[in-house]
Nanobody
Framework: QVQLVESGGGLVQAGGSLRLSCAAS????????MGWFRQAPGQEREFVAA????????YSADSVKGRFTISRDNAKNTLYLQMDSLKPEDSAVYYC?????????????????WGQGTQVTVSS
């Protein structure tokens, strides 16, 4: 059983940056593919970015490509999401997730474990 705890959310002005972290425990972090999803009020949860077990392969949604960077530190059991050039439409609760596979995973139903989420609010 893997436990995931997100941190780093907050309020930022448009054009600013935040770095989200996701600390994992209870499993072998390096064997899991990881991902970030977000959910705004009244909207469905959407894919943001994903990374394979080693960090050697990543994939990002078109809406964040060039602005957000996903990375991981397997020695620290931690997943990151660097968010730059933030826009008001990026406001949402951000969730990290772990999938019991090694490859990049972009669909929510393939993830086995989820964190509680961290709120990101971007003001205009």
């Amino acid at each position: 059983q893997v436990q995931l705890v997100e941190s780093g959310g907050g309020l930022v002005q448009a054009g600013g940056s935040l770095r989200l972290s996701c600390a994992a425990s209870g499993g072998t972090f390096s064997t899991y593919a990881m991902g970030w999803f977000r959910q705004a009020p009244g909207q469905e949860r959407e894919f943001v970015a994903a990374i394979n077990w080693s960090g050697g392969a990543t994939y990002s949604a078109d809406s964040v490509k060039g602005r957000f960077t996903i990375s991981r530190d397997n020695a620290k059991n931690t997943l990151y999401l660097q968010m730059d050039s933030l826009k008001p439409e990026d406001s949402a609760v951000y969730y990290c997730a772990a999938a019991s596979v090694a490859i990049v995973v972009i669909t929510a139903r393939e993830y086995d474990y989820w964190g509680q989420g961290t709120q990101v609010t971007v003001s205009s």
